[in-house]
């Protein structure tokens, strides 16, 4: 493997962000070969080369090519289920696995970052909304923020994690 690796995606996937976030945190250069979803560019056949199912992201590393083949069935009804389950287990720590950022963190945050435009229900969670806003509070999240403006959607509201007020669950001696 040679070079830097290319990650063709869509900014705004959550699985491109998952990947970008986590090389970030790593300190893992990843280059961004854009792919518009909206314009259907996963359909052409330059793209089925690379995946035979059409799926963003793919990541292409010398003659390695590695894609995700089994799309994590998610929606409102899955966040409903497991937003209370999410909210009871972050009510003693920060981060998913405790007190320190891990790949889980990136994973569940990427799918939950589009919450306000496609509608999960997560309003009511208040350890849910301030563990996301400790992760979006990351470097590697804010230096992998997407293009909004480039597509017309409506950034996330910042919201610092302080600022909702669930830190004081967590036990102060811990780092």
């Known amino acids: 493997m040679t070079g830097t690796p290319l990650l063709h995606g869509f900014a705004f996937s959550h699985n491109t962000r998952k990947v970008l976030a986590v090389a970030h945190h790593l300190g893992v250069a990843i280059e961004l070969k854009s792919v518009n979803l909206l314009a259907k560019e996963t359909s052409t056949d330059a793209f089925k080369a690379m995946n035979p199912n059409a799926l963003s992201p793919v990541l292409i590393d010398g003659t390695l090519t590695l894609w995700d083949a089994a799309e994590i069935a998610r929606g409102e009804a899955l966040v409903a289920k497991a937003a209370p389950v999410l909210d009871r287990h972050l009510?003693?720590?920060?981060?998913?696995?405790?007190?320190?950022?891990?790949?889980?963190?990136?994973?569940?945050?990427?799918?939950?970052?589009?919450?306000?435009?496609?509608?999960?229900?997560?309003?009511?969670?208040?350890?849910?909304?301030?563990?996301?806003?400790?992760?979006?509070?990351?470097?590697?999240?804010?230096?992998?923020?997407p293009p909004w403006e480039q597509v017309g959607l409506a950034r996330a509201p910042r919201t610092r994690a302080l600022d909702i007020g669930q830190r004081a669950l967590i036990p102060s001696d811990v780092p």
């Open 91 to 145: 009510s003693d720590r920060i981060f998913v696995a405790g007190h320190n950022l891990t790949l889980a963190d990136y994973a569940l945050a990427a799918v939950l970052e589009y919450h306000h435009i496609v509608g999960y229900p997560i309003a009511h969670f208040a350890n849910v909304l301030r563990w996301h806003a400790e992760v979006r509070d990351t470097a590697g999240w804010q230096a992998t923020e």
